[in-house]
């Protein structure tokens, strides 16, 4: 009878394992498309950021002309934040290795020939400094003597919670920009506002970050994304495979396949049970492997007939979401191809429409 008991534990626990392994994921890279609409496009131009906080009196100029011969910079915080936040839409426009970026400034004479042109401002920028009270719990040691009950003397140590009220030092920096992509006819192509903050807390004053540091840190944040609205970008995204419930040991082989990130094995070993057996969770995983290894049309086409012929609402569920992933994925595909087609194509034509180098 014990060693009956035991067996049935045992398998038990095994079935319960089995049932409770982790379903295989596969992972796949998809291209979208500039957030901008800017097709053709070959040159940038960027109005800087600190035109609009140039210094007004002759004294102010005096200083300016002064620190650059001398090669330092303005130091005005507003000034100085808003070079920091010209030259890092350059850098970041440049690192796509797109376009080309010219630089409008004041006493420069503009080329003729732009694509569209990137002026922005700072619409919020402050600093707030003060005090930041916490409270702290701290296990301390303490001293003890009392009489007890039966009138014999105790006395020791023990280990008590003190609370504490701490008061620390912070400098807060809040900035918010706003810029533009002007096409060559003075439309707006794209807005955006972004906005950021950041806290530095100290033990003391002295220690606190400068606010141009916080400030920086901000700007390299806020600016990163103009990466993702000026040129194509990529995402990874995971598909969670169907588990199986047959206790097929060639569904077993095929999710090691996706594990080892070999899509085309999978690929064929699903498609031969599906084809054999009729296994919905095998048809499901042919299916979205079919949109990794390069054919999201026919990806689409099975998974309709796969919704079609499926009773398992569980399922069919999924397949719902995982079809409207791929018309996403498709329709981004497209415009990333529209997009690339305009681009190429405005490249050699060269500067006919004005718009390429």
């Known amino acids: 009878m014990l060693k009956f008991f035991k067996f049935a534990c045992l398998a038990f626990f095994s079935c319960l394992i089995f049932s409770c392994a982790s379903a295989p994921v596969a992972k796949t890279v998809v291209n979208h498309p500039p957030i901008a609409n800017i097709p053709g496009v070959k040159r940038i131009a960027v109005v800087p950021f600190e035109n609009n906080y140039k210094p007004d009196t002759i004294y102010q100029k005096a200083i300016v002309t002064y620190l650059r011969l001398a090669g330092k910079p303005y130091v005005e915080d507003e000034y100085i934040t808003a070079q920091y936040i010209t030259n890092a839409l350059i850098k970041n426009i440049k690192s796509v290795n797109l376009y080309k970026v010219v630089v409008l400034y004041?006493?420069?004479?503009a080329p003729k020939?732009?694509?569209?042109?990137?002026?922005?401002d700072i619409i919020e920028y402050f600093t707030r400094d003060g005090i930041e009270v916490r409270s702290e719990i701290r296990k301390e040691t303490e001293n003890y003597s009392y009489y007890d009950e039966?009138?014999?003397?105790?006395?020791g140590t023990r280990e008590v919670d003190v609370e504490y009220t701490i008061k620390e030092p912070y400098r807060e920096v809040v900035l918010a920009i706003d810029y533009r992509i002007v096409g060559i006819d003075g439309q707006v192509l794209y807005q955006t506002q972004k906005k950021g903050s950041l806290k530095d807390v100290k033990s003391y004053v002295s220690s606190l970050r400068t606010t141009y540091s916080l400030a920086s840190e901000i700007v390299n944040k806020l600016t990163a994304g103009i990466t993702k609205e000026i040129a194509p970008w990529q995402s990874e995204i995971s598909f969670t495979l169907e588990k199986d419930s047959s206790k097929d040991p060639e569904m077993k082989t095929a999710a090691e396949f996706v594990k080892q990130r070999m899509y085309d094995k999978a690929y064929e070993l699903y498609e031969r049970i599906y084809t054999t057996t009729g296994n919905p969770a095998a048809g499901y995983n042919q299916a979205i492997l079919m949109s990794i290894i390069g054919d999201s049309a026919q990806s689409l086409l099975m998974l309709d007939e796969l919704l079609r012929v499926s009773t398992d609402t569980k399922l069919n569920k999924k397949i719902i979401q995982q079809i409207g992933v791929l018309r996403r994925n498709i329709a981004d595909e497209e415009k990333v191809n529209a997009w690339a087609a305009g681009y190429y194509k405005e490249r050699k034509k060269g500067n006919a429409d004005g718009r390429t180098e």
């Open 106 to 109: 004041p006493h420069v004479e």
């Open 150 to 155: 039966e009138g014999t003397w105790q006395s």
């Open 113 to 120: 020939k732009i694509g569209v042109t990137l002026v922005g």
